[in-house]
């Protein structure tokens, strides 16, 4: 099992920034990615950033120049720095993890979802 631990969101005026972090723990044997995506109330989630593990990476276009996705591959943490933040940019953070695990016999692929961190941006 892989646990991804959120931290970082809350509640910014326009114009601020917030750095979110999310820690990928447990029976990791590949990140090979890692991304955020956000949910707005009676919005679907969409994908913000996303950052593989040779390190490209890819912005939805709302957010290209205000946010920046990174990581620490010695702590298995990814960060999303977000400034010049708008209203807009409202929702629940969601972590993401594309990770191989080691099996017995087999490694296997698998998707993880963090818990969702909640950003407020205030006019």
């Known amino acids: 099992q892989v646990q991804l631990v959120e931290s970082g969101g809350g509640l910014v005026q326009a114009g601020g920034s917030l750095r979110l972090s999310c820690a990928a723990s447990?029976?990791?044997?590949?990140?090979?990615?890692m991304g955020w995506y956000r949910q707005a109330p009676g919005n679907q989630r969409e994908l913000v950033a996303a950052i593989i593990s040779g390190g490209s990476t890819n912005y939805a276009d709302s957010v290209k120049g205000r946010f920046t996705i990174s990581r620490d591959n010695t702590k298995n943490t990814v960060y999303l720095q977000m400034n010049s933040l708008k209203p807009e940019d409202t929702a629940v953070y969601y972590c993401n993890a594309d990770v191989t695990v080691r099996g017995s016999y087999v490694d296997r692929r698998y998707n993880y979802w963090g818990q969702g961190t909640q950003v407020t941006v205030s006019s």
């Open positions: 447990g029976s990791i044997f590949t990140i090979n990615s």
